[in-house]
């Protein structure tokens, strides 16, 4: 399950990075995927929504809907 987590995370940097954003992966552990916002995303006011109802949702959807996507400062 890791390398399809890590690659659907490589397909959506590609949204991020045309924002000025960018996630970094940190650790997956189990089905707890842990994610580093960087750029125009690390600080943006609604990081927490991008985390939860874009990257956690499209996960959920792709591979298995008990991922839970954590962000870590």
Do not use: Y
């Not at 089905?31 to 929504?49: D, E, I, T």
């Amino acid at each position: 399950m890791d390398d399809k987590i890590k690659a659907k995370l490589e397909e959506l940097r590609g949204m991020l990075q045309a924002d000025g954003g960018d996630l970094e992966l940190v650790k997956i552990e189990g089905k707890q995927v842990f994610l580093r916002l960087r750029g125009a995303c690390g600080s943006c006011p609604h990081a927490q929504m991008t985390i939860k109802n874009g990257i956690e949702r499209m996960l959920r959807e792709a591979i298995d809907p008990a991922i839970v996507v954590e962000r870590v400062s």
